[in-house]
Each structure stands twice: as structure tokens, then as C-alpha cells.
């Protein structure tokens, strides 16, 4: 049965490649001759498409769970003892299993553009579904012919022509980095994200090949992009709160070029996101917004090359195989298509409007832009330096932590100074009038808080501007949504439902203000890193160590056992002015098939600061545990600031009364449009 | 000897317990030496800032307590029998990029710090004058734009309707 059903889901891949290059073929033609019913068919087959991964990942599923051993993925990547939800979870914890998953959200997403635009932008869907398309077949390749999840294990004996199949007893297992709830859903929402902005791409290389560049598509691409922003920036926060937890160095963000990889884009994609309100409002910036949307999906493609090729030295290791060259390959003929598409439609974007003063809110949209693509560029430089130096002098350079905060700490900080500024400022322009009086109170109050903070004897300069930014931020946002609420309030609404209805009658502005404060919240977390403090112990039974007002006492190491680790778990009484307040369990685990050691951080949480405790191992001499304590101020503000991130975003995606307005007289049209072809 | 240096230790923080002893003795001689820490007096941890660690963490060496790193001991001890011979912070520099290349420096040459500022500066530039040439631009009937912009249905539409509101 196992054997029939990985035969089966084999089978399914491969015909979702062929069905996906038909795609590719009959969508191009049917837009190039205007022959609706071969679009038609290749709308239908990328529909068919989705249905046969479908059945590819859940046959590769059935495998993991009922432990195949026979397919060599199933035996890299699993083994009996692990508990089933990491048997399912460990599809995507290797190299082929993650590529099939990858696509397999892909025609997820395929077929939701599919559906979503049966009716409206007919003249784009043709390209849109070809280039789709193009990405899924690219997938499907690798996924066939390089590096295929039902590849059995075969071994070849003396005397023998070809290899004879052989199931080992067990697997390795699922790396033990991997084996934590977090990794469960870190990465399916991470890929969404990354494959997300495959969408907009294709909207954009449709509006580019057809030359329809009006108002409808960019409105549809706004949208598009706005969702898998949401899910790769959840994603990037869950990979923070990751290696927070798992990887046992105190930190939530180590510039490893795997996290850089998955910031660039949606920093990309945030640029966007603002810019986009240009093109939308005054018909500015059309070719930068083109750029954008590209750059967005080529970094994304750029950011799987880095993580898949190996070229590049990352704790995220667990995936690498010998696929760079298709993904350079890949890249470079989807660079080659964007920039020989843009540069031949430059006449078709020009900006219709012109720039009214310099202190407005379309020049604050420039500098926004421009700073968030410094510090993309920042990261990028980062990441490719060393590959840049081994290629050009034959010696490798390693670019860490030191550069990548010494650049964009001070990129960071103007940005959040812009987050305050933008929102205030008119658009055309702004009067000194209209400054005065927008500005006044959030000024004042951040100099305040600077004079507390300096009163209370905070020198660290970075921490104290960014805490000092953070109040200017969050009294501008406060100060735009009082002034609407009390605008409304004199129609007789209380406060609450005036903020309430101002929210929803404009989602995507005060959407966007709930997202500026989620940046609020994230960059006070940021700035708490300048306060942290860490102290190493070697500690025997009722040995204690002080850490700020904490007096932390091991009580004793316990052991445990089970088929999947073996582990020792410190057990630290946690007392804060003489009294015992909790206690904390770090451990430090085995895992058996891997042989793998993992360190379980123990943490107790809470506004002000965490208290982080490891168990950093045992010495060899004397083998006394050895505990590493950190205390880091603010950082539940990070998450805190994720979850007021995914609400702003979800609102923006609300349409509001002016978009149902619009979709309402779009709707009628369309279909006139659609009658008369 | 040194396992059994450890599990006789252990045995020593969690007593009467022999089972115990026995199970830690044989998860203890399956673990490899990355079990193993070390506590490092801070100038150690200071000095060892400009390195990067060589477990593939990309970390700081002062950073670096990751599991599984095979690196950062022994290195941390190669830096504390460095100081213990007197030598200045410079000196551990040249001796460590002596005997293992560049690439052990967590800080990049002077040539990588300046691309982004440099970067930064000329998009600043380029800002500047994309401003000027906006605000320089002859104001366009924007409205009469759109509006011829607009496709034939929205304006058949536009005009229906306000023939009727009037």
C-alpha cells in the first residue's frame, strides 16, 4: 500500500509538470491570439494542477506518518519516535519535502488568482496565469528531476547492474533544531509569504507585456501584496521568537543570511506598500512601484538560492542539496525578463502629476522609500560580501552581527522618525500653520520623556533616541486618531464608537496607523537590547547567582528519558527580595537519532523583561552544571508588536466605503466589458 | 576518564539514586563533548568580540553559546592563553587572522562599511533632484488627464449618471 501510494504521488508530480508547461504554452498564445477558450483551458489546467500537488503532498504525508523509510526523504528527515504533529511537520523540514510543499502553496494561491479574477482583469489573466505558471513548472522541475521526495534507497551490491531497494529499521529523524511547536507553523507561513509575492509579479509582467497600466491593476496588486507582507513579516517574527527560544543565546535576531534573505523582501514589499499610495492618489512613481514589485519576487528568489545553495554559511544548514545552479539559473532568467519588460515600457509610466512643495506627504513617501531601500541594500551588501570577496580575491570574509547593526540602527531610527513625520504632513503641501499645530504636542512630549529617561540615568544613546522616537511615533498616531474621533464625536457618537466607525470607514489609513504602532512596539523591544544583561555560572545544589533584582538557586539537575531524547533539566528556584517568585526548568537535551544536543531555554516573561536561562552544559572537570542567565529588558513588546501588526494589516485588507464604492461602479463595467467582447 | 569524572560528579548533585546514576552514566556516554561548558573570566569574553565564532552561527565568539558548537571553547581558550601570555588585544588579532585567515574577524574591511552609506548618500542625491524636477515640473491638467485616461465605460457611465443627477 505505502508502495502504491508513493508510486501514486510520483505520478501526480509528474503530471502536474506536464499540465503545468501546457499552462504556460496555452496562456501565452490564447493572450497573444485573443483566443479566450485556450485561456480557458490553461485557467483549468492550472486548477488541475493545484489538485494533483495536492495529492502529491498528502501521498508524501501518508508516508512520513506511517514512517516509509524506503524513500530516502522519509528516512533523512524522520524517524519512529517522533511524535506524529513532527512526522508531519517534518515535510517541510527538508530539502525535497519543502520544494513540494513550496509549490504546492503556490497552486494554492494559483488557483485563489484564478478564481478571484474570472470576471474582472480578463485582458491580464492570460499572462498572469502564464508566468504563474512559468514559477510552478520551475518547481515541478526541480521537484521531478533534481531533487525528488520519492527517491527510494538503494544500495549496490558487488556483482549487481543496478541498485536493490532497502528500507532501513529507522530514520534519522527530523533535525533537532526543527523539533519545536514553533517550527511547525514558522515555516508554512513564512513560504506563503515568499510565494505570495509571486502574484503580484505576475500582475505587474502582465500589465508590463499588455501595456495596460491604468489604476485597476495596480489596485488589484496592492491587495495582493498586502497579504503575503502579512504572512512573511508573522513569518519572520515566529523565526525570531524561534531562535529566541531554541537556538540559546539570548538573542531573537542574529543577522544569519537565511533571516536576511526573508527580510529583504518584505522590506521590499513595505516600500511598496507606501509608495503605491503615490501611484494611487497623483499617478507618481509608476516605474518605481514596477521595480519594486519585481525586486520584491527576484529577492525572494534570490533569498531560496542563498538558503538552498549552501553557498552562504547559516545555522539553517538542514536543507542544503546541490540545486544552485537551477535557482541561479532561474534568477537570472526572471532578472532578465523583468528588467528587458521595463526598460522597453518606460514610455507607458510616466507620472502624470507634479511635486507641489517639498514638505509634503509625497516627498516624506520619497525619503520613506529611500530608507527603506538603504537598509535593504544595507542587508543585501551584508550577505553577498563575503561570496563578493571569495570571488574576487580568493579569501573569505565573514560580515556578522557588528556591521549589520552599526548600519541599520541609524537607517532604523530615521525610519521610525519618518513613521512619526509622514502621517502628519499635507499632501501637496503643508503649511507651517498646520506643522505648528500637528507637531507641538508629540515634540514636546518626546523631549520630556528624553528628560525623564536622562533624569533616570539612561546613557545608552542608541536605546534612548529610539525610546525617545518611539514615544514622538506613538503621540502623532494617538493625536491623528483623537482629532477623527472628535471630528465625529460632534455628530453625537461617544468616543469609542467614533474611533470605531473612523477606523472602519477608512480602513486602509487607520490600518496603517494600527500597523505604525505594532512598529512602535517592535522598536521599543529593539531598543530594550541596549539594557541586557547576562551572567555565566558554574553551579553546584543550592548554589545561587544574582542577576538584577533576580537571585536564581539550582536545586538540582533531573534526568529524563524517552525513545526520541534523553535530556538534564536544571531545576532553578527564581527569588526576587527573598521570595520565591517561580521556578524554572532549563534543559538540555539529546536527541538519539541525530545525536544531536538542544538546549531548552526556561524563561520567565513578563513587560518589563524576560528572565532567560540556559543550560549552557556541564564542565568537563568537574562537570558542576554550568548556567547562562540573561536578563533582556522590553523584548515581550517584539511579540506584543507581531500581534498589533497582523491586526493593523488585517484591517488595511478590509475594504473600506470608498473601495466598496469603487468595486460597486467597477463591477457593472466589467461586465459591459466583458459583454461587448 | 573524563565521563566518568562527570558521572561521578553528577551523582553528587542528585544522591541516593542509583538507577538514575546508571541512566545518566549511559545518556552521558552517548553525548558528545558539545555537552560540555566552560565559564570565561570577562576579559576573555571582551577579547573575543572582534572574532566570529566557526560553528556556521555567524555569531559573535563573545556571543556564541550555541548548542552543538564545537568551536567557541576551544577558541575562547586559545584567546584566555593569549592574555594569560600578556598579549594586547592587537596582537590577538594578527595571531588569530595569522593562523586562521580573515575570515575570522566578526567585522568586515573598511571597503564593505562605506557601500551602504555610500549607497544611501547617492540615493539621497537622487532624491534631491527628483524633487527639484517634480517641483519644477509645469503643472499638468491633472484632472483633464485622468479623465481622458479613463476608459470609455467609466466615462459613458460618469456622464449617464450625472445627466441624471441633473
Known amino acids: 500500500m505505502l508502495a502504491l501510494v508513493s508510486d501514486f504521488g510520483q505520478f501526480c508530480m509528474l503530471f502536474a509538470f506536464c499540465l503545468s508547461c501546457y499552462a504556460i504554452v496555452s496562456s501565452f498564445l490564447g493572450g497573444r491570439l485573443g483566443n479566450r477558450r485556450l485561456v480557458e483551458t490553461a485557467e483549468r489546467a492550472v486548477m488541475a494542477v493545484c489538485g494533483l500537488v495536492t495529492l502529491t503532498v498528502f501521498s508524501l504525508w501518508y508516508q512520513l506518518l506511517n514512517d516509509n523509510f524506503n524513500l530516502q526523504f522519509v528516512a533523512a528527515n524522520s524517524n519512529r519516535a517522533m511524535p506524529w504533529f513532527y512526522k508531519f511537520g517534518a515535510l517541510w523540514g527538508g530539502q525535497e519535502g519543502s520544494l513540494v510543499f513550496w509549490c504546492w502553496i503556490l497552486s494554492l494561491f494559483s488557483v485563489t488568482a484564478v478564481v478571484l479574477n474570472l470576471k474582472k482583469n480578463r485582458n491580464l489573466m492570460p499572462y498572469v496565469v502564464g508566468v504563474i505558471s512559468m514559477v510552478t513548472t520551475f518547481f515541478l522541475l526541480v521537484n521531478n528531476f533534481v531533487a525528488n521526495p520519492f527517491d527510494m534507497i538503494g544500495v549496490i551490491r558487488p556483482g549487481s547492474p543496478a541498485a536493490t531497494p532497502f528500507t532501513p529499521m529507522d530514520g534519522n529523524g527530523l533535525s533537532a533544531l526543527l523539533q519545536y511547536w514553533a517550527m511547525v507553523i514558522h515555516p508554512p507561513i513564512l513560504y506563503t509569504g515568499y510565494v505570495g509575492f509571486t502574484i503580484p509579479f505576475a500582475f505587474a509582467v502582465a500589465a508590463l507585456i499588455t501595456r495596460d497600466l491604468d489604476e485597476e491593476w495596480i489596485r488589484t496588486t496592492r491587495r495582493w501584496m498586502m497579504v503575503p507582507w502579512l504572512f512573511q513579516g508573522v513569518g519572520i517574527l515566529l523565526g525570531a521568537k524561534w531562535a529566541y527560544v531554541v537556538l540559546g543565546w539570548g538573542g531573537y535576531w542574529g543577522w544569519d543570511p537565511v533571516e536576511n534573505a526573508s527580510l529583504m523582501p518584505w522590506l521590499a514589499a513595505t516600500a511598496f506598500l507606501h509608495s503605491v499610495i503615490m501611484q494611487e492618489r497623483k499617478g507618481m512613481m509608476k516605474v518605481w512601484n514596477m521595480v519594486l514589485i519585481l525586486s520584491t519576487f527576484l529577492l525572494c528568489i534570490f533569498g531560496t538560492f542563498l538558503t538552498r545553495s549552501g553557498i552562504v554559511s547559516s545555522v539553517h544548514s538542514f536543507a542544503q542539496s546541490p540545486i544552485g545552479p537551477f535557482f541561479s539559473s532561474f534568477l537570472f532568467l526572471m532578472i532578465s525578463l523583468s528588467a528587458y519588460l521595463l526598460l522597453t515600457r518606460l514610455d507607458a509610466l510616466k507620472s502624470e502629476n507634479r511635486l507641489d512643495s517639498v514638505v509634503s506627504r509625497e516627498s516624506s513617501f520619497l525619503f520613506n522609500n529611500l530608507i527603506l531601500l538603504a537598509s535593504m541594500f544595507a542587508i543585501l551588501w551584508g550577505t553577498i560580501f563575503p561570496i563578493i570577496t571569495e570571488y574576487l580575491q580568493n579569501e573569505k570574509r565573514t560580515v556578522s552581527a557588528p556591521f549589520y547593526n552599526k548600519v541599520n540602527i541609524p537607517i532604523g531610527l530615521f525610519l521610525l522618525f519618518l513613521t512619526g513625520v509622514g502621517p502628519l504632513l499635507a499632501w501637496r503641501k503643508t503649511s507651517t500653520q498646520s506643522l505648528k499645530r500637528n507637531f507641538t504636542m508629540p515634540t514636546l512630549a518626546a523631549f520630556i520623556t528624553g528628560a525623564v529617561f536622562f533624569a533616570f540615568g539612561m546613557r545608552h544613546f542608541y536605546s534612548m533616541v529610539c525610546l525617545i522616537l518611539c514615544v514622538f511615533v506613538m503621540a502623532t498616531i494617538i493625536a491623528e486618531f483623537h482629532r477623527g474621533a472628535n471630528a465625529r464625536r460632534r455628530q453625537g457618537e461617544s468616543y469609542l464608537e467614533a474611533l470605531w466607525i473612523l477606523t472602519f470607514r477608512n480602513t486602509r489609513r487607520y490600518g496603517g496607523y494600527i500597523v505604525h504602532i505594532a512598529m512602535v512596539f517592535l522598536f521599543v523591544g529593539f531598543a530594550g537590547a541596549g539594557f541586557n544583561q547576562d551572567v555565566q555560572k558554574e553551579m553546584g545544589p543550592g548554589e545561587s547567582l544574582e542577576i538584577g533584582s533576580y537571585s536564581l538557586t539550582l536545586e538540582q539537575v533531573k534526568n529524563k528519558d524517552n525513545a526520541n531524547y534523553a535530556s538534564a533539566v536544571a531545576v532553578m528556584k527564581v527569588y526576587q527580595n527573598g521570595k520565591l517568585i517561580d521556578t524554572l526548568l532549563p534543559e538540555r537535551r539529546f536527541y538519539k537519532a541525530r545525536e544531536e544536543p538542544t538546549t531548552e531555554v526556561a524563561l520567565r516573561s513578563s513587560l518589563k523583561e524576560d528572565l532567560y536561562v540556559v543550560l549552557s552544559g556541564f564542565t568537563p572537570s568537574t562537570s558542576r552544571a554550568v548556567m547562562h542567565t540573561f536578563l533582556n529588558p522590553l523584548v515581550s513588546w517584539i511579540w506584543i508588536g507581531g500581534l498589533v501588526f497582523m491586526l493593523g494589516t488585517v484591517v488595511c485588507l478590509i475594504p473600506d466605503r470608498h473601495e466598496k464604492a469603487m468595486q460597486k461602479v467597477a463591477a457593472p463595467v466589467e461586465a459591459e466589458e466583458l459583454a461587448k467582447a | ?166
Open chain 2, 1 to 166: 576518564m573524563k565521563l566518568r569524572s562527570v558521572v561521578r560528579n553528577h551523582s553528587r548533585i542528585l544522591p541516593g539514586c542509583k538507577a538514575w546514576n546508571v541512566l545518566l552514566w549511559l545518556a552521558l556516554a552517548m553525548w558528545p563533548s558539545t555537552q560540555f561548558a566552560q565559564v570565561f573570566p570577562p576579559e576573555v569574553k571582551k577579547a573575543s568580540e572582534p572574532f566570529v565564532c566557526q560553528c556556521r552561527c555567524n555569531h559573535q565568539l563573545s556571543a556564541c553559546d550555541m548548542f552543538g558548537c564545537g568551536s567557541a571553547i576551544p577558541l575562547r581558550e586559545e584567546i584566555q592563553g593569549h592574555l594569560k601570555q600578556g598579549k594586547s588585544q592587537q596582537q590577538i588579532i594578527d595571531a588569530f587572522v595569522a593562523k586562521y585567515g580573515q575570515n575570522i574577524l566578526s567585522a568586515p574591511p573598511k571597503s564593505a562599511w562605506v557601500t551602504p552609506f555610500a549607497v544611501l548618500s547617492c540615493g539621497l542625491i537622487l532624491v534631491f533632484f527628483v524633487i527639484k524636477a517634480w517641483t519644477q515640473r509645469k503643472p499638468k491638467l491633472a484632472a483633464v488627464s485622468s479623465a481622458a485616461s479613463m476608459p470609455d465605460a467609466y466615462r459613458d457611465r460618469m456622464e449617464k449618471e450625472l445627466k441624471d443627477l441633473g
